[in-house]
T-cell receptor
Framework: DVKVTQSSRYLVKRTGEKVFLECVQD?????MFWYRQDPGLGLRLIYF???????EKGDIPEGYSVSREKKERFSLILESASTNQTSMYLC??????????????FGPGTRLTVL | AQSVTQLGSHVSVSEGALVLLRCNYS??????LFWYVQYPNQGLQLLLK??????LVKGINGFEAEFKKSETSFHLTKPSAHMSDAAEYFC??????????????FGSGTRLSIRP
């Protein structure tokens, strides 16, 4: 069974803290993605990676960075957490598709609260 | 650039009634289209996908969607709603011919409520 796991379901951090969100997939997928989900805004892409050590900015990368040292693991880093980063964070992975067909498989999400 | 518009942020139907969730897309090339469902406190799960093989696509849990190029639509339907269908539904588009890490663009979502 296809599986994407995220290190925490719920996380509470303080303003200014460095926050790490971890995502692991067991499907040998090339592509991995980080989204944030906010009510009324749907999913917005933060960063994605198409290979180990490769990354590209998504639509809202400001305030975030990522790391992909191994194919199965993709980390999202909040260098200095702020209250406006309180959100649901979703990780996804996909195979290298033909012609752009890249069904994504999602983890359960991490609900982050920054106080 | 491609985009997705979901009409109606919240839809409420009675149990047993028809479910219709609307989605219109914009894409300069033939698209791949998806519907995902998100149950409370869970990640997204693929309901169905259109990849140009057939315009009427059947998915899980009795849902189906029809690709209409002339209307640039990909509406999701289910003949008879069940209480367990209550969830948030996302329409999404990916683009043919993009790079191997082509992005999926998601709509803003439609919350479906089922009345007993």
């Amino acid at each position: 069974d296809v599986k994407v796991t995220q290190s925490s379901r719920y996380l509470v951090k303080r303003t200014g803290e460095k926050v790490f969100l971890e995502c692991v997939q067991d499907m040998d997928h090339e592509n991995m993605f980080w989204y944030r989900q906010d009510p009324g805004l749907g999913l917005r892409l933060i960063y994605f990676s198409y290979d180990v050590k490769m990354k590209e900015k998504g639509d809202i990368p400001e305030g975030y960075s990522v790391s992909r040292e191994k194919k199965e693991r993709f980390s999202l880093i909040l260098e200095s957490a702020s209250t406006n980063q309180t959100s649901m964070y979703l990780c996804a992975s996909s195979q290298m598709g033909q012609g752009g067909y890249n069904e994504q498989f999602f983890g359960p999400g991490t609900r982050l609260t920054v106080l | 650039a491609q985009s997705v518009t979901q009409l109606g942020s919240h839809v409420s139907v009675s149990e047993g009634a028809l479910v219709l969730l609307r989605c219109n897309y914009s894409s300069s090339v033939p698209p791949y289209l998806f519907w995902y469902v998100q149950y409370p406190n869970q990640g997204l799960q693929l309901l169905l996908k259109y990849t140009s093989a057939a315009t009427l696509v059947k998915g899980i849990n009795g849902f189906e969607a029809e690709f209409k190029k002339s209307e640039t639509s990909f509406h999701l339907t289910k003949p008879s709603a069940h209480m367990s269908d209550a969830a948030e539904y996302f329409c999404a588009v990916s683009e043919w011919g993009s790079s191997s890490a082509s992005k999926i663009i998601f709509g803003s979502g439609t919350r479906l409520s089922i009345r007993p």
